[in-house]
C-alpha cells in the first residue's frame, strides 16, 4: 500500500517564495505527481517526478528524492491567484493507481 | 476534445436508491478511475480501468460497481445509496502505463444522500 503525508494547511505572503512537503511510504514506486485544485474545482495536474531531482515549470519546481521518500512542490512569485489545495499523490509500479495525500491549502495573503 | 466528461453535476438521492454516474473521455485513454474527495480526506480510488473490459477495485470500493465495455466509458452504479456515500466524485483518465503527463480530471459530481 501507499501512506502519504503532507501538511494540512500553509500561509504565505504575494510575491514571496513557499514550499510545500510530501513525504511517501509505499510498497511500489513509479513516480510522484502534484495536483493543484481550487475549490470546488477538479484537481489540474502540476508536475511528475520520476527521477531524483528537479523539475522546473515557470514559477512552478518539484522535487524528487526517491531514496528519502520525499518530495517537495516549490511555488515563486506567489500569486492571489495561487491560494488552492496542492495534492501530492505517488503512482504504483503498475501505473495504474494513483494514491493521494491528504493535501495542502494554501492561502497567500496580500 | 471535450476532455473528461461527467454528469450529472449535482444529484440528491434518498437512502437505498441506486443510481449511475457517468463519465465520457475522447482523448483515447485506455486508463480511467473514479475517486470520491471528502473533506479533510483527499482523494480516494474507488475502482480503476487499465483497458476496455478490464476492471479492478481501488482503496474504498464497496458499495460500488464499474463496468469499462468501451474505451470511451466508465459508469460509477451506487447499488443501494447510503448517507456514507455523500462525497464529491471524481473520474479521471490517462493515456496509458508511463505517461508522465498524469491524470486529466473531470469537473467532478456532487452527490447527497439523505
Known amino acids: 500500500g501507499q501512506n502519504i503525508d503532507q501538511p494540512t494547511e500553509m500561509t504565505a505572503t504575494e510575491g514571496a517564495i513557499v514550499q510545500i512537503n510530501c513525504t511517501y511510504q509505499?510498497?511500489?514506486?513509479?513516480?510522484l505527481f502534484w495536483y493543484q485544485q481550487h475549490a470546488g474545482e477538479a484537481p489540474t495536474f502540476l508536475s511528475y517526478?520520476?527521477?531524483?531531482g528537479l523539475e522546473e515549470k515557470g514559477r512552478f519546481s518539484s522535487f524528487l528524492s526517491r531514496s528519502k521518500g520525499y518530495s517537495y512542490l516549490l511555488l515563486k512569485e506567489l500569486q492571489m491567484k495561487d491560494s488552492a489545495s496542492y495534492l501530492c499523490?505517488?503512482?504504483?509500479?503498475?501505473?495504474?493507481?494513483?494514491?493521494f495525500g491528504g493535501g495542502t491549502r494554501l492561502m497567500v495573503k496580500p | 476534445n471535450a476532455g473528461v466528461t461527467q454528469t450529472p453535476k449535482f444529484q440528491v438521492l434518498k437512502t437505498g436508491q441506486s443510481m449511475t454516474l457517468q463519465c465520457a473521455q475522447d482523448?483515447?485513454?485506455?486508463?480511467m478511475s473514479w475517486y470520491r474527495q471528502d473533506p479533510g480526506m483527499g482523494l480516494r480510488l474507488i475502482h480503476y480501468?487499465?483497458?476496455?473490459?478490464?476492471?479492478d477495485q481501488g482503496e474504498v470500493p464497496n458499495g460500488y460497481n464499474v463496468s469499462r465495455s468501451t474505451t470511451e466509458d466508465f459508469p460509477l452504479r451506487l447499488l443501494s445509496a447510503a448517507p456514507s456515500q455523500t462525497s464529491v466524485y471524481f473520474c479521471?483518465?490517462?493515456?496509458?502505463f508511463g505517461q508522465g503527463d498524469g491524470y486529466t480530471f473531470g469537473s467532478g459530481t456532487r452527490l447527497t444522500v439523505v
Open positions: 499523490a505517488a503512482l504504483n509500479n503498475a501505473g495504474n493507481m494513483l494514491t
Open positions: 509505499t510498497s511500489g514506486f513509479n513516480g
Open positions: 479521471a483518465s490517462k493515456l496509458g
Open positions: 482523448m483515447n485513454h485506455e486508463y
Open positions: 517526478n520520476v527521477l531524483d
Open positions: 480501468s487499465v483497458g476496455a473490459g478490464i476492471t
